[in-house]
């Protein structure tokens, strides 16, 4: 019952309705509002005029004509009703409840009228305009005025048994001051009675005895079933309804049909379209039930969703403050351990020039002594006696000065910090820092199918293909191929692209690969296919005659790179092969590799950027290697997944790499990371039991090249040979060429040829091997393209 009020309440005062009238539009109006909101019209728009123009059947047009809503642009919108002028435009005012009304347009008469006045229909001006407040349509009134609309009985009904229900108890209706409750009600007096009262003034006796007498409540519902009073007609009001005219859409009374009003009209009986209205009304009112019912269970589903939003929220944000607090105290851990080695460095400069502050004081202790007694000597005045130690002193004091020559005098520190923290990349995947989409609007890619048939092993190479499965829907935009390192380890990126058949070339010998495959989209990747398990051969086979194909240019000048990258560069190569560079962001390996997909034609050797042809062998690139810890010296510190060597001893202490090599051609580069005070860092391959407390080369087992800051000397078994200028330093690159085919080890400097060829006639296994000391700090580069200079020097060959 509450939330039928608002259709009880009238428009423009707010209140219930009082004598309400039925407008053309089907909407309701207090007869006082109605007269209040009249709009004054020109003469011109009169009924009278209008009739006079032909423009107009009778005076009820705007009944037949209220189905039409024409609208014109004259009233800015506003509907013009049954054809008629629209009302002049006036300011609209709001009423209680927020709908537009529109005042008259004349002030007010200055005298007004008494109460009982306004609700009579006393005559109006003459070419009043009606405007609904709800609909905004403008009617204009004919001589009858508001005596034209009939009174909506049934709503004056309504709105009696709402405010009777409204009521918080009955009471007497009898009871002089503060009435009491009501005990009984009297069917036949219509009047509500409390005990006291129905004693005094209503006896059971007499002709009162007959009188049925019921409790209130019962007494409230026989109330509102009692019959109401019949309405009567507006046009003649000593005549009730009794028919229906169809068009007019209105009940009439017999004499509205004996004057002809209604002649050409259907007409029907009153009780049936009753009967029939109430039927159509309960049909309408069941499909706006069910929508009505609908609407609560969607109202309850969107509060249940703002309670979950909630909630939900409430969740996210503290999972959102758990990872950013996880990345805070991993950042902090990281500038603690950060901190630690600037303490260490600081410590260690320290270290090293309070050392030569107490070494060159006591040597100056020394030498300022040594001069003051000569001094004292050179003043005797014996010569036999002076010249017995003269000899002696003059080699001291030379003794002494040498001493103090070259570098003595020179700091063995440096003051500055070489030091230099890179946080761009961190910076950068901050800023990147974003929410991922959890649900995919569309599926991921079906798992990739391996193709046994086509896939094989020859040499130190595999190739493998794959497709998609026959009856996949969704569309693949690339694969992603995976192989371990031969050992079992983690697998590792080595293809991304659209092709479905994929060459690794530069494989170990003898050795067992796992390879898998998966498939992607903008939506996801696929599952991994099935693992296949790849052999090596044993031995590489008879050389063939070597192959030439176009490369381009830019292809030779492909060199290391940083390895603290984390993204896959595909590089611009010709149709049929592709060569990329891969640095894996969880090792923060630098990972070089060839790959050459066979499902091109084949390609054109005039088309394209290319430059010149060169032997498909020297393109051959090996497998990734790091330094390994467990065969390395103590002293030995590691970082970046064993990449990064540098050591805590003042002595040479040396390290080897993972891999062995027997065969073929393999090419490694060291970068200067650091280098004080001149040390002799060496650089080469040794056996697996080379020593590791002394210099590279200084054993058999080792062959090296040892340099400095001007020049370098190859070594194996301590013997020195070779002297050639040119050094390292900071920055600088050290290459390192093994040639097993040719059995020649070749050494390089910022990618020029240190010397001659090194050694020649190395025959069994050798591991890459550096010895350095803690003034020294560098990297290592794997898997790279085999330098120019020993192209060059092929190609003479």
Same mark, same amino acid.
């Given at each position: 019952?509450?939330?039928?009020?608002?259709?009880?309440?009238?428009?423009?005062?707010?209140?219930?309705?009082?004598?309400?009238?039925? #407008?053309?539009?089907?909407?309701?109006? @207090?007869?006082?509002?109605?007269?209040? +909101?009249?709009?004054?019209?020109?003469?011109?728009?009169?009924?009278?005029?209008?009739?006079?123009?032909?423009?107009?059947?009778?005076?009820?047009?705007?009944?037949?004509?209220?189905?039409?809503?024409?609208?014109?642009?004259?009233?800015?919108?506003? %509907?013009?009703?049954?054809?008629?002028?629209?009302?002049?435009?006036?300011?609209?005012?709001?009423?209680?409840?927020?709908?537009?009304?529109?005042?008259?347009?004349?002030?007010?008469?200055?005298?007004?009228?008494?109460?009982?006045?306004?609700?009579?229909?006393?005559?109006?001006?003459?070419?009043?305009?009606?405007?609904?407040?709800? @609909?905004?349509?403008?009617? +204009?009134?004919?001589?009858? %005025?508001?005596?034209?609309?009939?009174?909506?009985?049934?709503?004056?009904?309504?709105?009696?048994?709402?405010?009777?229900?409204?009521?918080?108890?009955?009471?007497?209706?009898?009871? !002089?001051?503060?009435?009491?409750?009501?005990?009984?009600?009297?069917?036949?007096?219509?009047?509500?009675?409390? !005990?006291?009262?129905?004693?005094?003034?209503?006896?059971?006796?007499?002709?009162?005895?007959?009188?049925?007498?019921?409790?209130?409540?019962? %007494?409230?519902?026989?109330?509102?079933?009692?019959?109401?009073?019949?309405?009567?007609?507006?046009?003649?009001?000593?005549?009730?309804?009794?028919?229906?005219?169809?068009? @007019?859409?209105?009940?009439? @009374?017999?004499?509205?049909?004996?004057?002809?009003?209604?002649?050409?009209?259907?007409?029907?009986?009153? %009780?049936?379209?009753?009967?029939?209205?109430?039927?159509?009304?309960?049909?309408?009112?069941?499909?706006?039930?069910?929508?009505?019912?609908?609407?609560?269970?969607?109202?309850?589903?969107?509060?249940?969703?703002?309670?979950?939003? &909630?909630?939900?929220?409430?969740?996210?944000?503290?999972?959102?403050?758990?990872?950013?607090?996880?990345?805070?105290?991993?950042?902090?851990?990281?500038?603690?351990?950060?901190?630690?080695?600037?303490?260490?460095?600081?410590?260690?400069?320290?270290?090293?020039?309070?050392?030569?502050?107490?070494?060159?004081?006591?040597?100056?202790?020394?030498?300022?002594?040594?001069?003051?007694?000569?001094?004292?000597?050179?003043?005797?005045?014996?010569?036999?006696?002076?010249?017995?130690?003269?000899?002696?002193?003059?080699?001291?004091?030379?003794?002494?000065?040498?001493?103090?020559?070259?570098?003595?005098?020179?700091?063995?520190?440096?003051?500055?910090?070489?030091?230099?923290?890179?946080?761009?990349?961190?910076?950068?995947? +901050?800023?990147?820092?974003?929410?991922?989409?959890?649900?995919?609007?569309?599926?991921?890619?079906?798992?990739?199918?391996? &193709?046994?048939?086509?896939?094989?092993?020859?040499?130190?190479?595999?190739?493998?293909?794959?497709?998609?499965?026959?009856?996949?829907?969704?569309?693949?935009?690339?694969? +992603?191929?995976?192989?371990?390192?031969?050992?079992?380890?983690?697998?590792?990126?080595?293809?991304?692209?659209?092709?479905?058949?994929?060459?690794?070339?530069?494989?170990?010998?003898?050795?067992?690969?796992?390879?898998?495959?998966?498939?992607?989209?903008?939506?996801?990747?696929?599952?991994?296919?099935?693992?296949?398990?790849?052999?090596?051969?044993?031995?590489?086979?008879?050389?063939?005659?070597? #192959?030439?194909?176009?490369?381009?240019?830019?292809?030779?000048?492909?060199?290391?790179?940083?390895?603290?990258?984390?993204?896959?560069?595909? &590089?611009?190569?010709?149709?049929?092969?592709?060569?990329?560079?891969?640095?894996?962001?969880?090792?923060?390996?630098?990972?070089?590799?060839?790959?050459?997909?066979?499902?091109?034609?084949?390609?054109?050797?005039?088309?394209?950027?290319?430059?010149?042809?060169?032997?498909?062998?020297?393109?051959?690139?090996?497998?990734?290697?790091?330094?390994?810890?467990?065969?390395?010296?103590?002293?030995?510190?590691?970082?970046?997944?064993?990449?990064?060597?540098?050591?805590?001893?003042?002595?040479?202490?040396?390290?080897?790499?993972?891999?062995?090599?027997?065969?073929?051609?393999?090419?490694?580069?060291?970068?200067?990371?650091?280098?004080?005070?001149?040390?002799?860092?060496?650089?080469?391959?040794?056996?697996?039991?080379?020593?590791?407390?002394?210099?590279?080369?200084?054993?058999?087992?080792?062959?090296?090249?040892?340099?400095?800051?001007?020049?370098?000397?190859?070594?194996?078994?301590?013997?020195?040979?070779?002297?050639?200028?040119?050094?390292?330093?900071?920055?600088?690159?050290?290459?390192?060429?093994?040639?097993?085919?040719?059995?020649?080890?070749?050494?390089?400097?910022?990618?020029?040829?240190?010397?001659?060829?090194?050694?020649?006639?190395?025959?069994?296994?050798?591991?890459?091997?550096?010895?350095?000391?803690?003034?020294?700090?560098?990297?290592?580069?794997?898997?790279?393209?085999?330098?120019?200079?020993?192209?060059?020097?092929?190609?003479?060959?």
């Amino acid at each position: 019952m509450d939330e039928m009020e608002e259709e009880l309440k009238c428009p423009v005062c707010g209140s219930f309705y009082r004598e309400p009238l039925i #407008l053309p539009c089907s909407h309701n109006l @207090c007869q006082a509002c109605a007269r209040h +909101i009249l709009v004054q019209t020109p003469e011109a728009d009169s009924p009278q005029s209008r009739r006079a123009s032909g423009s107009a059947a009778s005076d009820y047009d705007y009944l037949d004509l209220d189905k039409m809503s024409l609208y014109s642009e004259a009233d800015s919108g506003y %509907g013009s009703y049954g054809g008629f002028a629209s009302a002049p435009t006036t300011p609209c005012q709001k009423s209680p409840n927020g709908v537009r009304v529109f005042p008259p347009a004349a002030p007010p008469p200055p005298a007004a009228p008494p109460p009982a006045a306004a609700a009579s229909l006393a005559p109006l001006p003459r070419n009043a305009c009606l405007t609904c407040p709800l @609909c905004h349509r403008s009617l +204009i009134l004919d001589e009858r %005025g508001l005596r034209g609309f009939a009174k909506n009985r049934v709503l004056e009904g309504v709105i009696e048994r709402y405010q009777q229900s409204k009521a918080a108890a009955l009471r007497c209706q009898l009871c !002089e001051k503060a009435p009491k409750e009501a005990a009984v009600m009297c069917e036949q007096c219509d009047v509500f009675y409390c !005990e006291p009262c129905r004693l005094r003034c209503h006896p059971p006796r007499g002709p009162l005895a007959k009188h049925r007498l019921l409790p209130p409540a019962q %007494g409230r519902v026989s109330r509102r079933l009692s019959p109401r009073k019949v309405s009567t007609c507006t046009d003649h009001e000593l005549e009730n309804h009794s028919m229906y005219c169809v068009q @007019c859409k209105a009940p009439v @009374c017999y004499q509205c049909l004996e004057e002809g009003k209604h002649a050409s009209h259907e007409v029907k009986a009153l %009780g049936a379209m009753w009967k029939l209205h109430k039927s159509q009304l309960s049909q309408a009112l069941n499909g706006l039930s069910d929508r009505a019912k609908e609407a609560k269970e969607f109202l309850v589903q969107l509060r249940n969703m703002v309670q979950q939003i &909630q909630e939900n929220s409430v969740e996210f944000e503290a999972c959102l403050v758990a990872q950013c607090d996880a990345l805070i105290d991993a950042l902090n851990r990281r500038k603690a351990q950060l901190l630690s080695r600037v303490n260490k460095e600081h410590e260690h400069k320290l270290k090293v020039v309070r050392d030569q502050i107490s070494h060159c004081t006591v040597k100056l202790r020394q030498t300022t002594g040594l001069m003051e007694y000569c001094l004292e000597v050179i003043k005797e005045n014996d010569p036999s006696g002076f010249l017995q130690i003269s000899d002696a002193l003059i080699r001291r004091v030379h003794l002494t000065e040498d001493q103090w020559g070259k570098g003595t005098l020179s700091p063995r520190m440096t003051t500055d910090f070489d030091l230099n923290l890179d946080s761009a990349p961190l910076l950068q995947s +901050i800023h990147q820092l974003d929410f991922m989409q959890m649900k995919a609007s569309s599926p991921v890619p079906a798992t990739p199918i391996l &193709q046994l048939e086509e896939c094989c092993t020859n040499n130190n190479s595999a190739t493998l293909s794959w497709k998609q499965p026959p009856l996949s829907a969704v569309q693949a935009e690339g694969y +992603i191929l995976e192989l371990d390192d031969g050992n079992g380890g983690q697998f590792r990126e080595v293809y991304v692209g659209k092709e479905t058949m994929c060459t690794v070339d530069g494989l170990h010998f003898n050795s067992t690969y796992s390879a898998r495959v998966k498939a992607f989209n903008k939506t996801g990747v696929s599952p991994y296919s099935k693992t296949l398990v790849l052999q090596t051969s044993e031995d590489s086979e008879p050389e063939e005659q070597a #192959l030439t194909f176009p490369v381009p240019l830019e292809r030779l000048q492909l060199r290391r790179s940083s390895p603290f990258s984390s993204t896959l560069n595909l &590089q611009n190569s010709f149709p049929g092969r592709s060569y990329f560079e891969l640095r894996s962001s969880s090792h923060q390996m630098s990972l070089h590799s060839s790959l050459q997909s066979l499902n091109s034609a084949g390609f054109d050797a005039q088309s394209g950027p290319f430059s010149q042809l060169v032997d498909i062998k020297k393109l051959v690139a090996v497998a990734w290697f790091s330094f390994d810890p467990s065969t390395a010296h103590s002293d030995i510190i590691f970082s970046n997944d064993n990449l990064t060597v540098t050591c805590n001893s003042y002595d040479d202490r040396v390290v080897l790499g993972k891999t062995g090599f027997s065969k073929g051609l393999h090419y490694w580069e060291l970068s200067i990371d650091r280098y004080d005070n001149h040390p002799d860092p060496a650089f080469g391959v040794a056996r697996v039991d080379v020593l590791k407390d002394v210099m590279l080369g200084k054993d058999d087992k080792a062959w090296a090249m040892y340099v400095d800051n001007n020049r370098s000397w190859f070594m194996h078994n301590n013997s020195h040979t070779n002297r050639t200028e040119g050094g390292i330093t900071k920055g600088a690159t050290v290459g390192i060429l093994l040639d097993l085919t040719r059995r020649t080890l070749t050494f390089s400097i910022n990618e020029d040829q240190q010397g001659p060829v090194a050694f020649e006639n190395l025959e069994g296994v050798f591991f890459p091997a550096v010895s350095l000391n803690r003034n020294v700090q560098v990297t290592l580069h794997t898997g790279l393209p085999v330098p120019d200079f020993y192209h060059s020097r092929g190609a003479m060959q």
